[in-house]
């Protein structure tokens, strides 16, 4: 893409209203748009890496043979009185609006309710079990508070999965299973080496849940970290000190086993191979996605600007023209890449060098291609990595055999 | 896929609480479920059509150069309060509710105020114009009454397009552009036969806008035939009959003229060449995508079930197993097809072939290839046409190559 087209500026000023690194480093870079506290659209660039996100996850997901859905935000009152948790005492962060009949109608924090009703409908037998759904859906909490930007919004998209199970070991199965999945996920953003598998509460649902946490200095948890090889911890909340490591972190995946909780308010039956009839067991597994790319900003930007990993940047290249005589040049250096099926960002503005670099550092893509006049002859191309700034001349044969591998 | 795995199952009845065309057949098939009226979630079968809908939308949004992005459902009065769109006498299908700090906050049954709002950051010279922007964005829509199934949501995906222009000339270059890519898109999905592009009013904004309007039944506008060749036609709304073919017809899609009306408001104003200060002239551009798939239904369907046209199918092909014996040679077809990147729903259930008969038929996706004992020694498939009824026996390559034509 042409960023002369691009509708989207860079900020060289922080955001008044904002004190997180995320949402400083995303609204300066032009990803995302704050419209109140806690409520963010996603701008062009943004978008992209959300959507490098939700494909890496669904890749996951898919290989764990979960079944995609779209559920409703709007959520009838009715289905959420049967596990009471309807009352805005249960769950706090409830926005409820009316039909224009009068009745209730409330916006889905989460969805285990309509998911597991909606299944009573279509299991009733053993043969019909195990099986897992997902989706990804945009969520609403009513949050008191709301200044850690992407962290925790009142409005998000959420990775949501869940599992039934016939029985306690099909559940534990599938349940490690996810696990794995998640530190492939993790690994794959960029945020593997510093997230740790976190033992916590399991709330009013079962005796332990797991977390995926991430150390990052605005973490609203405290973990304990029990094996640093393995990567495993443990959430302050379950567990005193005894004496290890320390570290604020953030909550990026849960992952829950909810039993019968659910299953038996909504009538979540199968019968078995002697015909007699059981509730299902059911897990719970989320990842927030604008918290998890808010989360890879905190982690991986440094006083420039953010520093993206490949696999979720929202472009592989960002190709910077400096001289206009070198415009032709860089217009078929731009063909070209786009032609082998490179995704660029051509920095093709009419803007002084040092602008053109402050951006690009900004904005974080892990590879720039830098063109001045020199390249017309040489044909070698700068090509500088964001992470490092380590620079090198090379071929753009080479170039493109490099990316694709 | 393996329909053994697939968790939702078809049903012979019509659901008692639908009188739509759309809602009985998609709900039968499980490609939908109802959570209340104007409300429905999307089961695996139906997020597969709708995210082919979405792709074909893109890429037209996408050629237009049309810029993506993902604006908020949550929104804050104040900026609707500057074009006095807040009110509900204005806007009379609001949803409201309020943040815990009692702020008043609406969910956006559209995207203009925020968006006009949002540009006026970026856009600010005559060199940042023209310029459009998309979505694909839940809306909510408070509805008074909704029996019309997926025709008519009070919760619904759009695809909302807004054009930004420097001049009338400018804008009417797009506006043009927009008919072509709307054209493209209903040809694409299957209705474009069936569909006219029909002058309507333009509401508070301007003297005419346009819609598509696909010709259906159960379509709660009237509209005059003006051109059968050339698919154009006039709505009820704005003129007198004069002897012209009425048709009643659903709007699938409608493209608006909005002038200065957002822009005056709102402060988006940009410097032209002479350094004086202009509004933007604005246009806007909605397809609902549950609406346009539920036209496709009420459209394509027949006395058997549902018939997708190939490129908003859920699967390519449906694979029906007659027989236990050829269940060997059937995995191997369902291996080779998968492995060629042909999208097969493979029904290996055990269940009598009549079941399998009337479900694919329901199902309606527009190849089905048929194996019984016959084919293990003949090698011929019996491949029958969904839409037609019309059966041939090839082999296997053959239908290979067909499908990648």
């Given at each position: 893409m042409?960023?002369?087209?691009?509708?989207?500026k860079?900020?060289?000023?922080a955001?008044?209203d904002e004190?997180?690194?995320?949402?400083?480093?995303?609204?300066?870079?032009?990803?995302?748009?704050?419209e109140?506290?806690?409520?963010y659209?996603?701008?062009?660039?943004?978008?992209?890496?959300?959507?490098k996100?939700?494909?890496?996850?669904?890749?996951?997901m898919?290989?764990l043979?979960?079944?995609?859905?779209?559920?409703?935000?709007?959520?009838?009152?009715?289905?959420?009185?049967?596990?009471?948790r309807?009352?805005?005492?249960?769950?706090?962060?409830?926005?409820?609006?009316?039909?224009?009949?009068?009745s209730?109608?409330?916006l889905?924090?989460?969805?285990?309710?309509?998911?597991?009703?909606?299944?009573?409908?279509?299991?009733?037998?053993?043969?019909?079990?195990?099986?897992?759904?997902?989706?990804?859906?945009t969520?609403?909490?009513n949050?008191?508070?709301?200044?850690?930007?992407?962290?925790?919004?009142?409005?998000?998209?959420?990775?949501?999965l869940?599992s039934f199970?016939?029985?306690?070991?099909?559940?534990?199965?599938?349940?490690?299973?996810?696990?794995?999945?998640?530190?492939?996920?993790?690994?794959?953003?960029?945020?593997g080496?510093?997230?740790?598998l976190?033992?916590?509460?399991?709330?009013?649902?079962?005796?332990?849940?797991?977390?995926?946490?991430t150390?990052?200095?605005?973490?609203?948890?405290?973990?304990?970290?029990?094996?640093?090889?393995?990567?495993?911890?443990?959430?302050?909340?379950?567990?005193?000190?005894?004496?290890?490591?320390?570290?604020?972190?953030?909550?990026?995946?849960?992952?829950f086993?909810?039993?019968?909780?659910?299953?038996?308010d909504?009538?979540l039956?199968?019968?078995?191979?002697a015909?007699?009839?059981?509730?299902?067991?059911?897990g719970?597994?989320?990842?927030?996605?604008?918290?998890?790319?808010?989360t890879v900003v905190?982690?991986?930007?440094?006083e420039?600007?953010?520093?993206?990993?490949?696999?979720?940047?929202?472009?592989?290249?960002?190709?910077?023209?400096?001289s206009e005589k070198?415009?032709?040049?860089?217009d078929?250096?731009y063909?070209?890449?786009?032609?082998?099926?490179?995704?660029?960002?051509y920095?093709?503005?009419d803007?002084?060098?040092?602008?053109?670099?402050?951006?690009?550092d900004?904005?974080?893509?892990?590879?720039?291609?830098?063109?001045?006049?020199?390249?017309i002859?040489?044909?070698?191309?700068?090509?500088?990595?964001?992470?490092?700034?380590?620079?090198?001349h090379?071929?753009l044969d080479?170039?493109?055999?490099?990316l694709?591998?």
């Amino acid at each position: 893409m042409r960023q002369s087209i691009l509708f989207t500026k860079t900020r060289r000023e922080a955001p008044k209203d904002e004190v997180s690194k995320n949402a400083i480093l995303l609204t300066r870079a032009g990803f995302i748009h704050k419209e109140f506290a806690g409520v963010y659209s996603f701008l062009p660039l943004g978008l992209l890496v959300l959507k490098k996100i939700e494909n890496i996850i669904r890749r996951e997901m898919n290989i764990l043979g979960g079944q995609e859905v779209e559920l409703t935000a709007l959520q009838d009152g009715d289905v959420w009185n049967k596990t009471g948790r309807w009352s805005d005492e249960v769950i706090d962060v409830w926005f409820k609006t009316k039909l224009k009949s009068g009745s209730d109608v409330g916006l889905a924090p989460t969805h285990e309710e309509p998911l597991t009703q909606l299944l009573s409908e279509y299991i009733s037998s053993y043969r019909d079990l195990p099986l897992s759904v997902y989706q990804f859906q945009t969520k609403f909490r009513n949050e008191l508070r709301s200044k850690s930007g992407i962290l925790r919004g009142r409005e998000f998209l959420m990775k949501d999965l869940y599992s039934f199970s016939r029985n306690e070991e099909e559940h534990d199965k599938f349940y490690e299973k996810v696990k794995s999945a998640y530190r492939n996920i993790f690994n794959q953003v960029g945020i593997g080496d510093s997230t740790y598998l976190t033992k916590a509460s399991g709330g009013s649902f079962s005796k332990y849940s797991h977390e995926f946490q991430t150390i990052i200095e605005a973490g609203e948890d405290t973990i304990y970290i029990t094996l640093e090889d393995k990567k495993e911890a443990t959430n302050k909340e379950i567990e005193e000190s005894n004496g290890r490591k320390e570290e604020k972190a953030i909550e990026v995946g849960n992952i829950f086993s909810l039993g019968t909780r659910f299953s038996e308010d909504l009538g979540l039956v199968f019968t078995d191979e002697a015909g007699v009839k059981n509730p299902v067991i059911m897990g719970s597994y989320g990842i927030g996605l604008s918290r998890l790319m808010g989360t890879v900003v905190e982690v991986l930007s440094d006083e420039k600007g953010i520093v993206w990993p490949k696999e979720i940047a929202p472009f592989q290249v960002h190709l910077l023209l400096l001289s206009e005589k070198a415009k032709d040049f860089a217009d078929e250096v731009y063909k070209t890449l786009s032609s082998q099926g490179v995704e660029v960002l051509y920095d093709d503005r009419d803007l002084r060098a040092g602008e053109k670099f402050a951006d690009a550092d900004l904005i974080g893509i892990p590879m720039q291609i830098i063109i001045g006049e020199k390249a017309i002859e040489s044909k070698m191309l700068e090509v500088k990595e964001r992470k490092t700034g380590e620079t090198k001349h090379e071929t753009l044969d080479h170039i493109i055999e490099a990316l694709k591998k």
